[in-house]
């Protein structure tokens, strides 16, 4: 049993065990073989990422008694005491702490001296953006023209801060956040070498509520192992970071496909009791829809352990493409305006209130579409519109299939769908249809059974629906667009033959540019 947190029991002594930055890790190596060393090295990112442990591993490299080397031996008495912290050429600066001029010029006053054991007297100044302006100002001309055996190392979380004088003499390498799932690997190999019993899926929640540290993580899994008596459940790991169960997320879908509005309000009062942050529970609110959306197009992409993919795949089915975007975009917005609310749960509620008000099944049947048998009284000498009669399913055509199209009581989603497909074939009890490809994504059964129900309902009659995917040929969309380009270019035929334009183009050496021309119908 040791007393030193996991941090710093598995802090990496070289560059192969460093998890992560291979960039850095590539650059850095092949500097060291081949003798191309930087006198200042600038290493910048957020918390946690490696900045310290690999100024660390350099001044190893730089000082190992083998020799300057990308793979130092960590036996020899210099890589020991780097190791313990105890090498008296490896000056660590809190620079934090140690702001003031004075302090730079007690550190600058010892440069000149040479090494006292190793080969390079190496300088780590850490948090480098807390120094004063006449700090950086004090240490500049020693950073651009060190001794030739001092070597800089400096690392901050904030490098906006550093004068660009300070970041135009030194190497600049930049850390990335360390992937969930690279955190997750990591942990699992932490927690196999300490015995510790696990579930995957906590440590997928661990792993992300790290944001990509690695050293929040391992603190993170010491209050994990200390919580959960050396087994680490999901259900633990959720209690003691205070996370959201899932299954209050799935109810609200229950909920808003049921137009329940009580059971929403019920489920917001649930979470507020359980002392959640809504803005947390919004955060995984709007990750869920869009899981559920991936899941839809494409379900092979999904490697996020912690859900639960029978749940995820049965919402999938249940959910139209549409509903999940309109969710999405409705939660985003509500998560924007959340802390304008005067009270948090107050926003969440009228969040809740505003998905279900706004629920697509719910638009789609409040507009109906307009009826072919009503006529509108016309104003002056206005011709009136003759009375449409779609012809019996027996005398459908393709030439007729776009008056069908437009007298079929649908909107929105499904009305776009139907315009995109062409009639292939029909009998006394089935109908044919191709749906242009470019909008297959957009077809589930949902689409399928509205679509159906519309052409019964038209037709008057049981109908078996068939739809396949391929090119749609001569649809409504297209006859729409074919017209609309034919107008066009009559228009503009019109325009070039214009006495008037083209007296204004022979004047002035005027243009017409086809793309201004608009219909105005």
Known sequence: MTNLALARQYR?????????????????????????????????????????????????????????????????????????????????????????????????????????????????????????THSFNALLKTLEEPPAHVVFLLATTDPQKIPVTVLSRCLQLALKKLPSDQIKQQLIKILSAENVRFDEAALVLLAKSAKGSLRDALSLTDQAIAYCQNNITLDAVREMLGTLNHERLWAIFDALEASDAQALLATSQALSDDGLDFEQ?????????????????????????????????????????????????????????????PDPKQGFDMLLLRLLAFKPNDIESAVPAPKASMSTPKVGAQKAVPKTTVAPIKAVNQNHWSEVVAALDVAGMTKSLLEHTSLKSQDKNSIELVLDESQSAMLNDKQHTRISEAIEKHFGQKLKLVINVGKGGDTPAQQKADDAHSKKQAAISSIQQDDTVKALMDQFDAKVIPEAIKSNT
């Open 281 to 341: 529970v919004l955060d995984e609110f709007i990750t869920l829809i869009q899981y559920i959306s991936l899941y839809q197009a494409a379900p092979q992409a999904i490697q996020y352990e912690e859900l639960d993919l029978d749940k995820l795949a049965k919402y999938a089915k249940r959910l139209s493409p549409e509903d999940c975007q309109l969710y999405y975009q409705i939660a985003l917005t509500g998560r924007r305006d959340l802390p304008l609310s």
């Open 12 to 132: 990496p002594k070289n560059f192969d065990e460093l998890v992560g930055q291979n960039h850095v890790r590539l650059a850095l190596s092949h500097a060291l073989e081949q003798g191309r060393l930087h006198h200042a090295y600038l290493f910048t990112g957020t918390r946690g990422v490696g900045k310290t442990t690999i100024a660390r591993i350099i001044a190893k490299s730089l000082n190992c008694e083998t020799g300057i080397t990308a793979t130092p031996c960590g036996q020899c008495q210099a890589c020991l005491e780097i190791d313990h912290g105890r090498f008296v050429d490896l000056i660590e600066i809190d620079a934090a702490s140690r702001t003031k001029v004075e302090d730079t010029r007690d550190i600058l006053d010892n440069v000149q001296y040479t090494p006292s054991k190793g080969r390079y007297k190496v300088y780590l100044i850490d948090e480098v953006h807390m120094l004063s």
